[in-house]
């Protein structure tokens, strides 16, 4: 029996997820694009999703940064209520919202659904950092080398 893809807007789809969340569920979901390159690829990997009592800078999370607009990003920063945004595969631009806009946070990536990588573990938590930290220049190169390879 072939499984039925059903494909919702972003706005209903997340809302409920973040519905789920706050209810204290864990959710997995499929990612689209490409703004959280190399961990996340887009429309290949799920990420499971679970509402943390505290945010801290390195996180992947869920959160609304405008009425019904959801990003997955990587926390760059926290000033107080502040957070401050910006997905992996993004070289300048970054996106701002408060601790309370926050939905989720992702406990694991799920590659093509199989591999369940932890991202509390140790080693994924430092080539995060790792990847983070590098000057831009080199990130530039290693994303265009990257999509090149994954894209064509």
């Known amino acids: 029996m072939n499984a039925k893809k059903v494909i919702l807007p972003n706005a209903l789809m997340l809302g409920e997820v973040s519905r ?9 979901i499929m990612t689209k694009g490409a ?3 190399p961990f996340i690829r887009g ?33 760059n920063a926290i000033n ?5 945004l910006k997905g ?5 631009s ?9 939905c989720g946070t992702v406990t694991a990536i799920i590659r093509k659904g199989r591999r369940r990588i932890d ?4 080693c994924f938590m ?16 290693v994303l265009g080398f990257y999509r090149r390879i994954n894209f064509l």
Do not use: F, Q
């Not at 405008?66 to 990587?74: K, N, S």
């Not at 107080?80 to 401050?84: E, N, P």
């Not at 992996?88 to 300048?92: A, T």
């Open 35 to 37: 703004s959280m390159s």
């Open 43 to 75: 429309e290949r990997d799920s990420v499971e999703l679970e509402k943390r009592p505290e945010v801290k800078v390195g996180d992947i999370v869920l959160c609304t940064i405008a009425p019904d607009h959801y990003v997955l990003h990587r926390v």
């Open 94 to 102: 970054t996106e701002t919202c408060t601790l309370a806009d926050v």
């Open 80 to 84: 107080g209520d502040a957070v401050r």
């Open 126 to 141: 430092r080539a995060s950092r790792r990847w983070v930290s590098a000057p831009r220049l080199v990130r530039r190169y």
């Open 119 to 122: 991202c509390s573990k140790p």
């Open 20 to 28: 789920m969340l706050d209810d204290g569920h864990s959710v997995v």
């Open 88 to 92: 992996d595969g993004n070289l300048d």
